[in-house]
């Protein structure tokens, strides 16, 4: 315990809490009052708190750096008959913990960015992401996710030194499924409300990358890459056109004729983007070898009456009413 938790006082752990803690201490009437010199009390306060934030500030950019160090450190086991490197299971916990204990400093925005600065970000990419240790591998995406979240300035940082093909990969072809979804949840950080991470993600065919997750048998990676393309498509429509031509009706239509499962919620959702005002995925859902008709007739029987699927229904009715409904047949030859 901290001496300032010993006198009853605890103080913050950085400058947001400290102004807080100054708003509060602050006299509540709006009215100006006349300036006045500090006490010495006041004085003594106002020392022992910015004392503490920087302390503590310091304190976590030293453990941030001791786990760097840990990250480091090269691979001196033994090696076996054939020479190559032996699993060293205290070594790989040790880099285990150094990884978690950065996931949760790393959660404060100043220390993401100081492991930027110290370096951080390209040890994971250039060794972590590739590594042969699937533990390792799937705690430095959730680093990277943890990092990229909401931080313009890491974002760029990430891409700039080639990150998400990487992560893409990982997601497509790891043999380990916590890594493909780890790494899923790091490129969503990175494509999401972000233009330049959504362009390096369409350079790199990300969404045939989504396509396949949607088709593996993960449950979570299919969930989320059928999460992943319904926000795309819901805040890029423009990218309908490219979606469509590629087949992406038919292939969404095959993964709802799988074993029923609650992320086809997601799936239905992407097909209403896709069709909405788009004629020529309208056109796509009505071939008849698709059989879209039926399926939808069919699943809205089936979750009718479930409360928990009330959204999936609500997709299906969508699709068959903008699809299938004799308004819209008469309307088609109108749109573009």
Request: include cysteine.
């Amino acid at each position: 315990m901290s001496e300032g938790e010993q006198n009853g006082r605890r103080y913050p752990r950085n400058l947001q809490g400290v102004l807080q803690m100054a708003v509060d201490a602050g006299p509540a009437a709006e009215a100006p009052t006349p300036v006045q010199p500090m006490s010495e009390e006041r004085k003594t306060w106002l020392r022992e708190a910015l004392s503490e934030v920087c302390k503590g500030q310091l304190d976590e950019v030293e453990q941030i750096k001791q786990c760097l160090s840990v990250l480091r450190k090269e691979n001196v086991g033994d090696k076996d008959e054939n020479g190559e490197e032996m699993r060293d299971e205290d070594d790989e916990d040790e880099r285990e913990s150094a990884f978690e204990m950065l996931s949760e400093l790393c959660e404060n925005l100043d220390n993401a960015r100081d492991l930027m600065v110290l370096g951080g970000l390209e040890l994971c990419v250039s060794r972590y992401l590739c590594h042969v240790q699937s533990g390792l591998r799937w705690r430095a995406a959730e680093l990277i996710a943890s990092c990229a979240q909401n931080m313009p300035q890491l974002q760029d940082h990430l891409l700039s030194i080639g990150t998400l093909p990487k992560l893409l990969q990982l997601t497509d072809s790891d043999p380990n499924p916590t890594v493909r979804v780890k790494a899923l949840y790091a490129v969503s950080c990175l494509v999401r409300e972000q233009e330049a991470g959504l362009q390096a993600f369409l350079a790199h065919d990300g969404f045939s990358v989504l396509m396949r997750g949607m088709q593996s048998e993960n449950e979570k990676l299919r969930t989320k890459s059928a999460f992943l393309l319904l926000n795309l498509l819901t805040s890029h429509p423009d990218q309908k056109e490219p979606l469509v031509s590629m087949g992406m009706v038919q292939q969404l239509v095959s993964v709802l004729r799988t074993p029923h499962s609650h992320f086809h919620e997601h799936v239905l959702g992407a097909l209403c983007c896709l069709v909405e005002d788009f004629s020529k995925a309208v056109t796509e859902c009505r071939i008849p070898a698709l059989g879209l008709e039926e399926l939808l007739r069919q699943r809205a029987k089936d979750l009718q009456g479930k409360e928990e699927s009330q959204e999936e229904l609500e997709f299906c009715e969508r699709l068959r009413k903008i699809c299938f409904s004799v308004q819209q047949s008469e309307d088609l030859g109108m749109d573009r």
